[in-house]
């Protein structure tokens, strides 16, 4: 569950606010850290990673509504510092093209990155518990952990946000339990179907309509799993590949890596 | 994904909206992004939405990009709407609000160069950051393009024909496998560029000057206008709610001259 697709608006003013001075807050500190040495070949590297994950984002399974993330391959390439830095690359680039909410920017930011470093330390842990020889089984099941604690981060956000003034609405000219439209000439001169209604419904237009947190978490805890487990055959595929045609990205991640030259480029050198 | 139809668009000078200054436009863009968050009177958001769909549909950009790119979001919205609205309006008005966000944000995108929308991110985050932000949109397009290149090829060569999940799932993970080679030979080779170059830590993006301040004036105000109408019904829900469903009809009267001007011929304006 990389990152909440919750719309603009439904979370709380302070909620949303917090996350992205919390994101800026930890993207500066990650910039100033990056920043230290090779910054010419860590921006190259953070853009390919970065946009390999809104690639493998756009690729949508529909029938789920999922989308497969890469985000525990792209923590275990980059390390902490630089996930944090592609974390809110993607998240930026996607809130451009409407497909996270720019005021969850923030949160998104912090769940993606938590979600790489979390699959970046369970890898590595993993690895040295199991050997090298069970990269897969390391990397799928750093994928699922890794997954299942955003996700349990996502539900303590949306409970967070539940009983917030955000979630309160009014409901419009509309009443809820009558699905009719109360109408400003309601006196007699326009009153018929949608328009029905009116009178004291406003003054008494409920106000209350908190987020259902349990139907929520038994949602995303039901359709989570499979998208854990889709994730985790897909990283777990991955990361097997790479560490077999060129090891050494994966355990000494992509900046430690020999530089490659591709068949045609020596002159640049 | 159509990013090269993307680019396209924001890189054209297909309407008006093409023509306002990217600031005015992210001064708008951020107003008119607060009404909608403000607001949650379905009937509001749907005048909001309405109005920023006239001035998507005047700024003659590709609708159905647009709409396709806007519509995207929803289908999470409506998901989410489903996991935890407590009443069928209330879902409504939050996928009403994600389809305004989205449409908001990609008329934005598909009128402004990119460098120029992430010239202000830039300005607040360290330089490593902004320059991978500007890289990491151009490189996007070129993995897609090849991303589609190689799930093309493995499919063929693999005989894949019709619906095989499992095979499918392998054939689009092994793409997956070798796009991130790839794209880490890219970033080699991108690395070895900006070394020529003489690159040493920041891409400086230029911000235009404004050349049509009237348009940009107008359509700040038009956004402010907006925010100031979800604002009020918000404020004053009590009193207004009985009188939302006025909001929609300018809204819609706006949508009916923006597809009028767009029926007709453009003319050139330069």
């Known amino acids: ?269 | 994904m159509n990013i090269g139809s993307i680019d396209r668009s924001a890189t054209s000078d297909l309407g008006w909206m093409h023509r306002v200054s990217p600031a005015a436009k992210l001064v708008a863009f951020t107003l008119a992004l607060a009404s909608v968050v403000v607001t949650w009177n379905l009937l509001v958001a749907l005048g909001l939405l309405v109005t920023i769909a006239a001035a998507s549909v005047s700024a003659r950009i590709d609708l159905r990009l647009a709409f396709t790119l806007a519509a995207y979001p929803s289908l999470f919205a409506l998901i989410f709407a489903l996991a935890s609205a407590p009443d069928p309006l209330t879902g409504a008005t939050i996928v009403v609000k994600a389809v305004a966000a989205g449409l908001c944000a990609v008329t934005i995108v598909l009128t402004t160069p990119y460098p120029q929308i992430f010239a202000p991110v830039q300005r607040i985050v360290p330089g490593i950051v902004g320059d991978a932000l500007l890289m990491t949109y151009r490189t996007t397009f070129l993995l897609l393009d090849k991303f589609a290149h190689l799930l093309r090829a493995i499919r063929l060569r693999s005989g894949i024909r019709g619906v095989h999940p499992v095979r499918m799932a392998r054939a689009t993970t092994t793409a997956l496998g070798s796009l991130l080679l790839y794209a880490l030979d890219l970033a080699q080779r991108d690395y070895d560029v900006m070394w020529l170059r003489g690159y040493s830590g920041r891409l400086r993006v230029h911000m235009p000057k404004s050349h049509t301040p009237a348009l940009d004036a107008a359509l700040v105000a038009a956004a402010l206008l907006a925010l100031a109408a979800s604002v009020t019904w918000r404020a004053g829900w009590q009193a207004l709610n009985r009188y939302s469903w006025l909001v929609p009809i300018p809204a819609l009267l706006l949508l009916a001259a923006a597809l009028f001007a767009r029926s007709r011929p453009q003319e050139d304006s330069r």
């Open chain 1, 1 to 269: 569950m990389s990152h909440i697709h919750i719309p603009d608006g439904v979370l709380p003013l302070w909620l949303w606010l917090s996350g992205w001075v919390a994101a800026l807050v930890l993207v500066g500190i990650a910039g100033r850290l990056a920043e230290r040495t090779e910054v010419r070949r860590k921006v190259p590297l953070l853009a390919v990673v970065s946009a390999l994950m809104l690639v493998a984002m756009s690729s949508e399974i529909v029938p789920l509504a999922y989308h497969i993330n890469l985000t525990v391959v792209a923590g275990v390439l980059l390390g902490p510092v630089l996930s944090v830095i592609a974390a809110f690359i993607v998240e930026v680039v996607l809130a451009m093209l409407g497909h996270g909410g720019v005021t969850v920017l923030g949160l998104n930011t912090l769940m993606i990155a938590t979600e790489m470093i979390l699959g970046w330390a369970l890898f590595r842990g993993l690895v040295a518990v199991l050997s090298r020889r069970r990269v897969r089984w390391a990397a799928a099941v750093a994928t699922v952990i890794a997954l299942a604690c955003t996700t349990t981060l996502l539900v303590g956000l949306v409970a967070l946000a539940g009983g917030g003034a955000a979630t309160t609405r009014e409901t419009g000219a509309l009443n809820p339990a009558s699905l009719t439209f109360s109408n400003p000439l309601s006196g007699g001169v326009f009153r018929a179907g949608l328009f029905a209604g009116g009178g004291s419904e406003a003054a008494t237009a409920p106000q209350a309509g908190s987020l259902s947190v349990a139907r929520f978490a038994a949602v995303v805890y039901t359709l989570g799993p499979i998208g854990w487990l889709l994730e985790a055959l897909i990283s777990a595929w991955m990361l097997g590949y790479v560490a077999r045609v060129r090891p050494g990205l994966v355990w000494e991640g992509a900046l430690g890596a020999h530089p490659h030259h591709v068949p045609g480029d020596e002159g640049v050198r």
